[in-house]
């Protein structure tokens, strides 16, 4: 049985992001997701203008009149959220901790995804693969998602990206929207990466803390890794110390975002310390322009 706490946070988050979805990120992601392609429709009357490479012969010959075909765009489509369950998600400094806010985000993508009628899938990893829901529409199967996204307890501590991709390419046999979710604290994932990404259209959402990348001073600390379990102690008192860590995360961060350039996968950047709307619609009108 869930919990009730479980019940309740479902319903905070349905509540907080049914007005993003209404008024932000519904119209924003129909127009950036197109259908697999245009089905037809209906015939009309020819009109002066009409593209007569769209005449239907047959209707024109038994009416004795011109009649064309109206085509419409097949909407649905498959919606996979590929959620990171590691332990590192249960890190935020100021506000939230990046797997509450990874929740969130995967909840309005959901709704966003459904008022288009659209199938929505969940992918949660770890350093195996947690948990499988097959696509399916509907309200109540998103909500059932969040479900699962909060009441679900992690069997695995670390990450693998590679396991959950590969998983991903046996389960989704035609081409799909997927939202990839994840602090990428990890390695060894690029070549099922870039697979992934030529098969699907595959977007990634990187969740992380400026405490992961810019550490204050807190004299001496004991640090907790919580996917290895290993303790340490680093002086953070050392300004030279902070200072070499912050250089040595930039560069990673440099070179993480080169290599997704040169693969085209599109990354979303997203910090515990700000809102998540603004990133996301940034995406979405920069998106827009290019379709």
Excluded at 46 to 54: K, T, V, W
Excluded at 108 to 124: E, H, P, Q, T, W
Excluded at 134 to 157: A, D, F, S, T
Excluded at 196 to 209: P, Q, T, V, Y
């Amino acid at each position: 049985m869930i919990p009730k706490e479980i019940i309740q946070k479902v319903r905070r988050i349905e509540i907080r992001t049914r007005g993003l979805v209404n008024d932000l990120f519904g119209g924003e992601y129909h127009s950036v997701f197109k259908g697999r392609g245009m089905s037809f429709s209906e015939v009309r009357k020819y009109q002066p203008g009409d593209d007569i490479s769209l005449i239907d012969w047959n209707v024109t010959a038994r009416s004795n009149a011109p009649y064309i075909k109206i085509f419409e765009e097949e909407r649905e489509l498959t919606v996979y959220l590929i959620v990171d369950m590691s332990r590192s998600g249960n890190f935020g400094t100021l506000r939230r901790f990046k797997n509450e806010i990874a929740a969130e985000i995967a909840a309005v993508l959901g709704f966003s995804a459904i008022k288009n009628n659209d199938k929505v899938g969940l992918i949660l990893f770890s350093d195996r693969i947690e948990k499988y829901v097959v696509p399916k529409k509907g309200k109540p199967h998103v909500l059932r998602v969040i479900r699962e996204l909060l009441y679900h307890r992690p069997k695995g501590r670390g990450t693998e990206i590679q396991n959950a991709l590969d998983f991903l390419l046996k389960v989704a046999k035609r081409r799909s929207v997927v939202f990839l979710i994840s602090d990428y604290m990890d390695e060894g994932y690029w070549k099922s990466l870039k697979v992934a990404n030529r098969k699907h259209d595959l977007i990634g959402i990187k969740m992380n803390d400026v405490a992961e990348s810019d550490i204050p001073d807190l004299g001496l600390l004991k640090v907790h890794d919580p996917e290895t379990n290993e303790q340490f102690w680093i002086d953070t008192s050392s300004k030279e110390e902070r200072l070499l860590f912050k250089k040595e995360q930039e560069e990673k961060w440099i070179k993480f975002n080169k290599e997704c350039g040169r693969i085209k996968f599109d990354l979303i950047q997203i910090s515990t310390t700000g809102d998540y709307v603004e990133p996301l619609m940034n995406y979405f009108k920069r998106r827009e322009k290019r379709v």
